[in-house]
């Protein structure tokens, strides 16, 4: 609910306190490994936003202690240096996800380390590396349906989806579908209309946030 209530832009400081409130609840009980990996990356994504480094840094500190040795965590802290511009140290974390010789636990995770890889790639100027970087990144979604990490990366990742369009081989119609349901959101998020799809998670495109194995969790 938290991570719904995110998007709303004129919520977005009360949703954070929503997620701070649910971790100390969960010193009451071990939430499962799946559901650790999703909120850790979604509140990270939200610091991000809001440029709030010291939350962001606890975050990390959180995802050490319950998600050792996984890919998410690299994703985590590689999230947490791009939110500094420190885009060769974030590619650096997360080429252990990109060669496959780490394992992420949730497959927003796994979208999250090309994303990261494509942006830091087109800070270093290699555009075609940036390019590749991309389609990879959509061909996890379009497999996965867990389109939701393109729209949590905001505007620098929507340019480079533009840039990829009639580009994408196979991949174009589900581009096309994706930066379609992105504006769509925006303008229902502006329009500030009531509930919808987007708040229930009833559709298949970019408002979805889990995807049907974390959904099951």
């Given at each position: 609910?938290?991570?719904?209530?995110?998007?709303?832009?004129?919520?977005?400081?009360?949703?954070?306190?929503?997620?701070?409130?649910?971790?100390?609840?969960?010193?009451?009980?071990?939430?499962?490994?799946?559901?650790?990996?999703?909120?850790?990356?979604?509140?990270?994504q939200m610091c991000r936003a809001l440029g709030d480094r010291a939350r962001a840094a606890a975050v990390?500190?959180?995802?050490?202690?319950?998600?050792?040795?996984?890919?998410?965590?690299?994703?985590?802290?590689?999230?947490?240096?791009?939110?500094?511009?420190?885009?060769?140290?974030?590619?650096?974390?997360?080429?252990?996800?990109?060669?496959?010789?780490?394992?992420?636990?949730?497959?927003?995770?796994?979208?999250?380390?090309?994303?990261?890889?494509?942006?830091?790639?087109?800070?270093?100027?290699?555009?075609?590396?940036?390019?590749?970087?991309?389609?990879?990144a959509l061909d996890l979604a379009e497999s996965s349906g867990a389109t939701r990490p393109f729209y949590?990366?905001?505007?620098?990742?929507?340019?480079?989806?533009?840039?990829?369009?009639?580009?994408?081989?196979?991949?174009?119609?589900?581009?096309?579908?994706?930066?379609?349901?992105?504006?769509?959101?925006?303008?229902?998020?502006?329009?500030?209309?009531?509930?919808?799809?987007?708040?229930?998670?009833?559709?298949?495109?970019?408002?979805?946030?889990?995807?049907?194995?974390?959904?099951?969790?």
């Open positions: 609910v938290a991570i719904i209530a995110f998007d709303r832009r004129a919520g977005r400081r009360v949703a954070m306190r929503e997620m701070a409130t649910l971790w100390h609840q969960a010193l009451d009980f071990v939430p499962t490994t799946v559901l650790s990996a999703f909120a850790l990356l979604a509140e990270m990390v500190a959180r995802a050490e202690e319950l998600l050792p040795d996984t890919g998410d965590l690299a994703v985590v802290r590689a999230l947490n240096l791009i939110g500094q511009r420190h885009h060769k140290q974030a590619s650096a974390l997360v080429a252990p996800v990109i060669h496959g010789d780490l394992t992420c636990i949730v497959i927003t995770a796994q979208i999250s380390a090309w994303l990261i890889e494509a942006l830091s790639t087109v800070y270093d100027g290699r555009i075609e590396a940036a390019h590749r970087a991309i389609l990879v949590d990366f905001g505007s620098s990742v929507r340019e480079l989806l533009l840039a990829t369009v009639g580009r994408a081989g196979h991949l174009d119609a589900f581009l096309t579908g994706t930066l379609a349901a992105w504006t769509a959101a925006e303008a229902g998020q502006q329009a500030d209309e009531p509930p919808t799809d987007r708040d229930t998670g009833r559709s298949a495109t970019l408002v979805i946030p889990l995807t049907t194995r974390e959904n099951e969790m």
